[in-house]
């Protein structure tokens, strides 16, 4: 069974300042691995994904992610962080050949400061 | 937008009652999911559904039953409800063609005294 590891509750961050949110995931294959983000009151949307080839994914909002096979790590960076990127974040594994389901991990939780 | 509708949208409930929380979709995908969403804990996978009759478990089913008797449509049921249960859920749907994306609908306020 697939699982997620997100060691930061918590993060704050100076609006423009670089970004990085860590993810670890435990799956015996490469899985589907996802960051999704929740702004306060609402749904949760979809940054960017990976599945295969190039390890460094581009998503929404000026969001990317590396994949990195051999730390088993995910990690979501941003160059310069605006206020409106106050959220919480979201990694999540999708894996299962039968059937097919996504876990997440317990969240990050983004504050920014002027 | 993904077509999905959760209803209802708030309830509050007493312990040792029956709920039943419905999704309902019109974008015709064949996985559907429940999960639960509470602080600290982030997303935790009830029950999912890979097809009409087929559900499985996911990582805090007890408690909790499902049913699907046609695609559109995942019914989430707490059989008697309790104060544990309190929580938001949020139904998604994905397509696992397409890579396994979620969709979530605009989630479900439980509150059980």
């Known amino acids: 069974a697939q699982s997620v590891t997100q060691p930061d509750i918590h993060i704050t961050v100076s609006e423009g300042a670089s970004l990085e949110l860590r993810c670890n995931y435990s799956?015996?294959?490469?899985?589907?691995l996802f960051w999704y983000v929740q702004s306060p009151g609402q749904g949760l949307q979809l940054l960017l994904k990976y599945f295969s080839g190039d390890t460094l994914v581009q998503g929404i909002k000026g969001f990317e992610a590396e994949f990195k096979r051999s730390q088993s790590s995910f990690n979501l960076r941003k160059p310069s962080v605006h206020w409106s990127d106050a959220a919480e974040y979201f990694c999540?594994?999708?894996?299962?050949?039968?059937?097919?389901?996504?876990?997440f991990g317990a969240g990050t939780r983004l504050f920014v400061k002027a | 937008d993904a077509g999905i509708t959760q209803s209802p949208r708030h309830k509050v409930t007493e312990t040792g009652t029956p709920v039943t929380l419905r999704c309902h979709q019109t974008?015709?995908?064949?996985?559907m999911y429940w999960y639960r969403q509470d602080p600290g804990h982030g997303l935790r996978l009830i029950h999912y559904s890979y097809g009409v009759k087929d559900t499985d478990k996911g990582e805090v089913s007890d408690g909790y039953s499902v049913s699907r008797s046609k695609t559109e449509d995942f019914l989430l049921t707490l059989e008697s409800a309790t104060s544990s249960q309190t929580s938001v859920y949020f139904c998604?749907?994905?397509?696992?063609?397409?890579?396994?994306?979620?969709?979530f609908g605009e989630g479900s306020r439980l509150t059980v005294l």
């Open positions: 974008e015709n995908h064949r996985y």
């Open positions: 999540a594994v999708g894996a299962g050949t039968g059937g097919f389901k996504t876990i």
């Open positions: 998604a749907i994905s397509d696992r063609e397409r890579g396994g994306e979620l969709f």
């Open positions: 799956y015996g294959a490469t899985p589907y």
